[in-house]
């Protein structure tokens, strides 16, 4: 494993978050990904064990609370086991993603008179939800609307119980390659906790009017189905007057809707961020201005350093903040506006992998993104 980062297990935040071990030792193929629209992404490595170890992680894995700790102990990545690959001999068997259950179901659908001929297509109708608490209590609270066309009611309710039926539980599929056998070892596939917006549909039918664009991003937050466990820190969600429809009626995915929000901008169009950090803190904020980081191009090291000129580790840098190449260039005059000279680079993600290797992608901060966002625009042609 990489020198300077460690990787700490915990059972799931639903059950409680208990402290398992430190695992670096028996880790290694470590990388992490984090974005400036999300936060703490994505993040694998590989652990190795004996064969009982590794059947552990595979039966207990599935949701643990992983902590990925610098060695000042500030956290660097943190996320939850979404889906697992053992591999031992000839058997490779992978469990997940946890995000794929879904325990919560309801379906859309046309509603259909039978008893005439030709039957004859109704209007839009949905089911009453289908749970099954026993997965919600073992996993946490999945929820997913189907799409159907036209049936009965008692049809329709009959397609969503079975649908519940298959896929309240995380599914395994496994390969057996007779040619070739493995020592035992299990690829650890995590996730940001933002991932869990995606687990949920927000609407809103009593709100009118506008609302300040905060407002509703915080309802959105707080119709959280799994809120008692997963519950964000919203103390860092910069307050955003633009005003914005307050009601929904269409039931849509939690995470879309955030994204239409903070794609808004804010009333002088200027581009916001937001992520899920340490402690599923929520940081919503204006696009920096000033300078977080430097690099040298030359540098045989690719190097990151602070604006004050303190080498960052390659695990500790973040998105959402500006870049300088101090020697691109170096013969031009710097302008005064970041987005038009390359020598700025706006971090949209973040990519470290073991045992150094920093990949940093670059994007472009513009008002036009906002002012189509503003109007249900997602981009225009050139």
């Known amino acids: 494993m990489t020198h300077g980062i460690s990787i700490h297990a915990y059972t799931s935040l639903l059950s409680?978050?208990?402290?398992l071990g430190n695992v670096t030792k028996d880790a290694s193929n470590y990388t992490h990904?984090?974005?400036?629209?999300?936060g703490y992404d994505s993040m694998s490595f590989t652990y190795t064990g004996t064969l009982p170890?590794?059947?552990d992680w595979f039966v207990k894995g599935l949701g643990r609370h992983i902590v990925v700790y610098d060695d000042g102990l500030q956290v660097c990545w943190e996320g939850f086991v979404n889906r697992m690959t053992l591999s031992a001999g000839s058997l490779s068997i992978t469990r997940g993603p946890l995000l794929d259950i879904s325990n919560r179901v309801a379906l859309v659908y046309s509603t259909v008179n039978a008893t005439v001929t030709p039957p004859i297509v109704g209007?839009?109708?949905?089911?009453?939800y289908a749970s099954d608490t026993d997965s919600q209590e073992q996993w946490g609270i999945l929820e997913t609307i189907l799409s159907g066309g036209g049936m009965t009611a008692t049809t329709a309710a009959q397609v969503r119980d079975t649908y519940l039926a298959e896929n309240k539980d995380p599914v395994s599929s496994q390969t057996v390659n007779l040619d070739q056998g493995a020592a035992?070892?299990?690829k650890i596939e995590c996730s940001g906790y933002y991932?869990?917006?995606d687990a949920y549909y927000f609407s809103d039918t009593a709100t009118t009017g506008t609302v300040n664009l905060t407002v509703k991003m915080a309802s959105i937050i707080a119709d959280n189905p799994n809120i008692a466990w997963l519950a964000f820190g919203t103390d860092n969600i910069t307050a955003n007057t633009l005003q914005v429809a307050g009601y929904e009626d269409n039931d849509v995915g939690a995470w879309g809707l955030l994204k239409g929000l903070v794609a808004h901008g804010d009333t002088a169009d200027n581009r916001y961020t937001f992520g899920v950090y340490a402690g599923q803190e929520i940081y919503y904020a204006a696009a920096p201005t000033d300078i977080a980081y430097t690099q040298r191009i030359a540098d045989p090291n690719q190097r990151v350093f602070s604006a004050g000129g303190v080498e960052v580790p390659g695990y500790n840098v973040l998105p959402a903040r500006w870049l300088f190449l101090s020697d691109f260039l170096s013969g031009q005059i710097l302008s005064s506006d970041y987005r038009t000279d390359p020598r700025y680079v706006f971090i949209e993600k973040v990519t470290f992998s073991e045992p150094n290797k920093l990949t940093i992608t670059g994007g472009r901060v513009e008002e036009l993104p906002q002012k189509l966002a503003k109007f249900g625009?997602?981009?225009i042609g050139g």
């Open 53 to 55: 170890e590794v059947e």
């Open 123 to 128: 209007e839009r109708a949905t089911t009453a």
């Open 16 to 19: 409680g978050a208990d402290y």
């Open 377 to 379: 625009l997602s981009g």
């Open 184 to 186: 035992a070892s299990i």
């Open 195 to 197: 991932r869990w917006f």
């Open 33 to 38: 990904t984090i974005a400036a629209l999300g």
